[in-house]
């Protein structure tokens, strides 16, 4: 016959489904995502509630510029010419001076930065006076959110006790199943035994020798999905449980 599965008739028995539940409620992704926005909500009321108080913001700026515009004079180059800068009144003499020209560059980059750099600091003060019905809206708001987080995470509990709670109810089922299926399969090898003996001896027809195997192949049939059905159901607990699923 196949496989009886003995061991795992029994181990559903050993599992205790509020013992899986106290493990699972501290394992299950969707109960700690409540749990996290059960603290979000906690940190929402404490910022609504920080706008009652008094505001006191510092601030430090420091800035500065350039510009490839800017030139500095480095030197004067006489151009070799002659340049006419006047006359004297008595004898009409012209007064003259050699030409020459000033020679800049562009001044810099550290010494622009050095002049053009500018500071400031200051301080901000900001008193709520008048949106103080504002924030305890705000307030009601987030103890609002916060209370439903809290019932949100409840009914996400009760769901997954109740989860649980079905899913060892129909692991129990499927055990008692397999052991029926179990049951039928002896009963079903005796009779075909007792029946393939009288169809040697010609005591039955080969109609009824075949209606005993049949009836042997179908109570196999049987067993092997009741057996696959029980371990499907015992690998759902074992995922509530947390462990690694694995076919073996």
Do not use: C, H
Not at 24 to 51: F, H, L, R, T
Not at 56 to 75: C, H, K, M, P, W
Not at 92 to 103: F, G, K, L, Q, Y
Not at 166 to 180: D, G
């Amino acid at each position: 016959m196949p496989e009886s599965l003995d061991y795992q008739l029994t181990d559903v028995d050993k599992r205790d489904p509020n013992a899986i539940y106290n493990q699972a409620v501290n394992e299950q992704p969707s109960i700690k995502s409540a749990e996290y926005e059960i603290q979000s909500a906690k940190k929402g009321i404490a910022i609504a509630k920080a706008n009652f108080y008094p505001r006191l913001s510092a601030f430090y700026d420091i800035r500065t510029n350039y510009s490839d515009a800017n030139e500095q004079v480095t030197g004067t180059e006489f151009t070799g010419g002659i340049d006419t800068v006047g006359f004297v009144r008595e004898s009409r003499e012209t007064v003259v001076r050699p030409s020459a020209r000033r020679v800049s560059e562009t001044t810099p980059l550290e010494t622009q930065v050095e002049r053009n750099l500018r500071q400031s600091v200051g301080l901000t003060l900001n008193i709520p006076i008048f949106n103080k019905w504002q924030t305890r809206t705000a307030v009601s708001k987030s103890r609002i959110d916060l209370a439903n987080s809290r019932m949100q995470l409840r009914q996400k509990k009760n769901q997954l006790e109740k989860d649980i709670y079905e899913a060892y109810t129909q692991a129990k089922a499927a055990a008692q199943q397999l052991q029926s299926a179990k049951q039928s399969v002896q009963a079903s090898e005796k009779s075909f035994s007792f029946a393939e003996k009288r169809f040697e001896q010609g005591v039955i027809s080969s109609y009824e020798f075949t209606s005993a195997k049949n009836q042997l192949n179908n109570a196999k049939t049987n067993f092997i999905q009741a057996k696959y059905d029980y371990i499907f159901k015992l690998k759902i607990l074992d995922y509530y449980q947390g462990k690694n699923i694995k076919l073996d």
